[in-house]
């Protein structure tokens, strides 16, 4: 079983939907949660951090942790064609002192 | 906003060469990873150094890997004889306290080995 799965898509909605981009993880030691968005040929830039069970808003942003199912996701509101990236969700483990990377979910929002 | 910055941006090279990829990280950061992205996968993680010294690496990170903090501000890694498959990007990453606050990511070095 992977680490950490993410369905790569690619995801494609109109402009102003709501977008829910989501992770499975296998490691209950798993603490740290990380998404980061990554444009083409750029590094990844982090947009959310949490290591809590429950939700986290950041402007459009909203990272939510689920431990007990072991499933994390991150909600876009009000989608903007600039939002149109690869988004990676991130799991720090501690033990290992790394950031264990999904295969990262391409998103197109249409204008 | 301070950022980790990486050079070059596209690094060509004949297969067997050594190459030395540099990074400079966040300036009060004390722990330092590099990770790498072959085309169209996950990016993986290679090595992490704090404290002057390799604190955890993958069993990707083998002999031909090397990693050092030449002075106060550097990062490097070098690859001592490229092969084909080490083509990817590279990945610099710093963060302030370790695995407990995020880890931020330089734009990355294109290694292309002919």
């Known amino acids: 079983q992977k680490e950490v799965e993410q369905d790569p898509g690619p995801l494609s909605v109109p402009e102003g939907a709501i977008v829910s981009l989501n992770c499975t993880y296998s490691?209950?030691?798993?603490?740290?949660f990380m998404w980061y968005r990554q444009y083409s040929r750029k590094g990844p830039e982090l947009l959310m951090y949490?290591?809590?069970?429950g939700n986290k808003e950041d402007g459009r942003f909203t990272a939510q942790v689920d431990k007990s199912s072991k499933y994390i996701s991150l909600f876009i509101r009000d989608s903007q064609p600039s939002d149109s990236a690869t988004y990676l969700c991130?799991?720090?483990?501690?033990?290992?002192?790394?950031?264990?990377f999904g295969a990262g979910t391409i998103l197109r929002v249409k204008s | 906003e301070p950022e980790v910055t990486q050079t070059p941006s596209h690094q060509v090279t004949q297969m067997g060469q050594e190459v030395i990829l540099r990074c400079v990280p966040i300036?009060?950061?004390?722990?330092f990873y590099w990770y790498r992205q072959i085309l169209g996968q996950k990016v993986e993680f290679l090595v992490s150094?704090?404290?002057?010294?390799?604190?955890?690496k993958s069993e990707i990170f083998d002999d031909q890997f090397s990693v050092e903090r030449p002075d106060g501000s550097n990062f490097t890694l070098k690859i001592r004889s490229t092969k084909l498959e080490d083509s990817a990007m590279y990945f610099c990453?710093?963060?302030?306290?370790?695995?407990?606050?995020?880890?931020?990511f330089g734009d990355g070095t294109r290694l292309s080995i002919l």
């Open positions: 991130a799991i720090f483990m501690e033990y290992g002192n790394k950031l264990v």
């Open positions: 990453a710093s963060s302030d306290t370790g695995g407990r606050q995020p880890q931020h």
């Open positions: 949490t290591y809590s069970s």
């Open positions: 300036s009060n950061h004390l722990y």
């Open positions: 150094f704090y404290n002057n010294e390799i604190s955890e």
């Open positions: 490691n209950s030691a798993f603490q740290y």
